[in-house]
């Protein structure tokens, strides 16, 4: 995930569909100073020439100060449910969600801190469930978001929609 933003180039103003997002006269980059998380990173070869100006030069990157922080929860399919799920030498929490779910994207955060939290003592996937629909069908996945704690390769609990987070720390606890 972290080599996912390696570089991103900017249009000069010549490329920009309206004149109220070109550039400042006399420049060729654009300027986002209303995104948050995101630093020029200079190369080293750049990092002299860029003192003299407030501008980036070629051979900076754009990089994502965020990205260190972020936890990936893993995607498990139809093929990989066996052994990541059902043979797991740990407790698991799968979490069954679709893209166009908004539910589901606003818990996608608290199934990410719950990963980092538990890690090692709880293992975490997601199934989408437009992908893998045989899973879902196989658990009786009506509503989504659904958050299902598998232990020794059982269903032992179903926790459905957006809920705290604390719901789901209870939910997890009783099965560590």
């Given amino acids: 995930m972290a080599g996912l933003l390696e570089t991103l180039i900017i249009p000069r103003s010549s490329a920009l569909p309206s004149a109220s997002l070109a550039p400042v006269a006399g420049s060729s980059s654009v300027r986002f100073s209303e995104f948050r998380g995101l630093k020029i990173q200079p190369t080293r070869s750049s990092a002299k020439l860029r003192s003299t100006s ?11 100060e965020a990205q260190d922080t972020a936890t990936e929860v893993p995607a498990v399919t139809d093929s990989s449910w066996q ?26 955060p608290v199934i990410d801190k719950l990963a980092k939290q538990y890690a090692g003592k709880l293992k975490c996937y997601k199934v989408n469930t437009d992908e893998s629909p045989s899973i879902a069908t196989q658990y009786g996945i009506r509503s989504i978001p659904t958050v299902i704690i598998f232990k020794n390769g059982e269903k032992k ?19 560590l």
């Fill in 54 to 64: 407030l501008l980036p030069r070629r051979g900076s990157k754009i990089v994502c």
């Fill in 83 to 108: 052994s990541s799920v059902l043979e797991s030498d740990l407790p698991v929490l799968v979490e069954f969600w679709a893209p166009w779910c908004g539910p589901c994207r606003m818990i996608h």
């Fill in 157 to 175: 609990d179903a926790v459905i929609g957006a809920v705290p987070e604390s719901t789901l720390t209870s939910s997890i606890e009783k099965f």
